[in-house]
């Protein structure tokens, strides 16, 4: 699958005006293939030129086997695992980031009737003490919960039509 171009992101960002925002999220999900279970985490980079001029996205999918660590209702481990993956990407970009307005953005419900909700104060404590940036979580997480899901789809049916060709 497809991955993030860290240097091509980082001249981008680097060649934008300072006006320019930034938002980080990922959403992560499960897969059954015929191989066992998998979760695909998609990372999301939304560059917002000038705060009002359209945008470009990079992302990538990352397919990782999952182990079965997770209660279905309570998706801990998948779940802080996203985040690990979306702080990662914060750090590989730091430098670029330091004088904009930058904002993560997780896949995460706070309501206590949605399971992702189990990690909520672990997922916001850690983005916070590794980016020192304070998350937005739904329904404010747009990077996470659109942008992400939308590129997992567009990166999906691009791979289905390498295979394909």
């Known amino acids: 699958m497809k991955k993030i171009n860290i240097d091509e992101v980082r001249e981008f960002i680097a060649a934008q005006s300072m006006e320019t925002k930034i938002y980080i999220g990922g959403d992560s999900e499960r ?22 001029h359209g945008a470009k996205v990079f992302g990538e999918v990352q397919r990782e086997k999952d182990h079965g660590y997770d209660n279905v209702e309570k998706p801990r481990f998948r779940l802080m695992n996203e985040v690990y993956k979306i702080a990662e990407l914060y750090l590989a970009l730091h430098d670029v ?8 953005h997780l896949d995460i419900n706070p ?51 390498k295979i394909a060709a």
């Not at 897969?31 to 009002?52: P, S």
């Open 31 to 52: 897969v059954h293939l015929k191989e066992g279970l998998f979760v695909d985490y998609t990372l999301a980079i939304v560059v917002h030129i000038d705060g009002n």
């Open 97 to 104: 980031l330091e004088t904009r307005e930058v904002e993560v």
């Open 111 to 161: 309501s206590q009737m949605h399971g992702s909700s189990c990690v909520i104060n672990e997922a916001v404590g850690y983005i916070k003490g590794v980016c020192n940036v304070v998350p937005m979580v739904k329904p404010r997480a747009f990077a996470a919960s659109y942008a992400a899901d939308r590129l997992k789809e567009i990166l999906s049916t691009q791979q289905l039509y």
